[in-house]
C-alpha cells in the first residue's frame, strides 16, 4: 500500500460501486501531504470502464454517454483525508481563465497500490468565479440515482453533507487555499494511461 504520492506520479482514481470497481481513470499528483492530497485530471486521460456483465445499477453514465476520455483544460481535485466530498478547481477559454470551485460530493478516498478509490455521490454544489452564491447540481438527477438504488441507506448522509457544505460557504467559510484557482500543471507531464490490471487490484 503507497503512503504517499510524489509529484508528478500516475495515481489511479476508481470508483467502487457495492464493493465492484465502476470506473477508473489516471490522474497525477500535484500534492501528497497529511493534509491534503491534490490530484489533476488532465485533458486526454482516458476513462476506463471493466468488462464484465450487468452491474446492480446499469453502467456508468459516462459509459452510457460515450465518453472516452476527459476534455477542456482539465480540473485540479483537492481531497482532504476523511471528508466526504473534494473540491475541484475548473478553467476555461483560450486564456485557461479561473472557472470556478466545484464541490463533489462523495466516498471519502481510500488508499489502494494504485491510487485511491471512491465514488461519486452525484448531488454537488457549483460556485462559478465572479458570482455571490453558490448552486446545488444535479438535484432531480441525484433523486433518481435513489430510485434507482444507487446509494442504499446513503441518501441522507449525502444530504446532510451537501448542507454542510453550503452552511460553511454561508459562514463565510475557506476549508481550501484559494490560490488554487492560479495553479498550471508542468508542461512535461504527459498524459497518463491507465495500467494494465488496474480493475483487478482489490477494492
Known amino acids: 500500500m503507497r503512503e504517499r504520492f510524489a509529484p508528478g506520479d500516475v495515481v489511479v482514481r476508481r470508483e467502487i460501486l457495492r464493493g465492484e470497481v465502476w470506473f ?103 460556485w462559478a468565479a465572479g458570482d455571490e452564491r453558490y448552486v446545488f447540481k444535479d438535484v432531480e438527477m441525484f433523486a433518481q440515482r435513489l430510485v434507482e438504488g444507487r446509494y442504499p441507506g446513503m441518501a441522507e448522509a449525502i444530504r446532510a453533507e451537501g448542507d454542510r457544505i453550503a452552511a460553511r460557504l454561508d459562514a463565510g467559510e475557506r476549508w481550501w487555499d484559494e490560490g488554487w484557482a492560479s495553479w498550471r500543471p508542468d508542461p512535461a507531464w504527459p498524459v497518463p494511461r491507465l495500467p494494465t490490471g488496474w480493475h483487478a487490484v482489490p477494492c
Not at 488532465?42 to 471493466?50: S, Y
Open 24 to 126: 477508473g481513470c489516471p490522474t497525477i499528483c500535484v500534492e501528497d501531504s497529511p493534509d491534503l492530497l491534490a490530484l489533476y485530471l488532465p485533458p486526454g486521460a482516458e476513462f476506463g470502464f471493466p468488462e464484465r456483465g450487468a452491474f446492480p445499477c446499469g453502467r456508468h453514465p459516462w459509459q452510457t454517454a460515450g465518453h472516452t476520455a476527459w476534455t477542456g483544460h482539465g480540473k485540479l481535485m483537492l481531497q482532504r483525508p476523511g471528508e466526504a466530498h473534494s473540491v475541484d478547481v475548473f478553467w476555461a477559454g483560450p486564456d485557461r481563465a479561473f472557472a470556478g470551485w466545484y464541490f463533489n460530493l462523495q466516498d471519502p478516498f481510500r488508499r489502494t497500490p494504485l491510487g485511491v478509490d471512491t465514488l461519486d455521490h452525484e448531488l454537488d454544489l457549483w
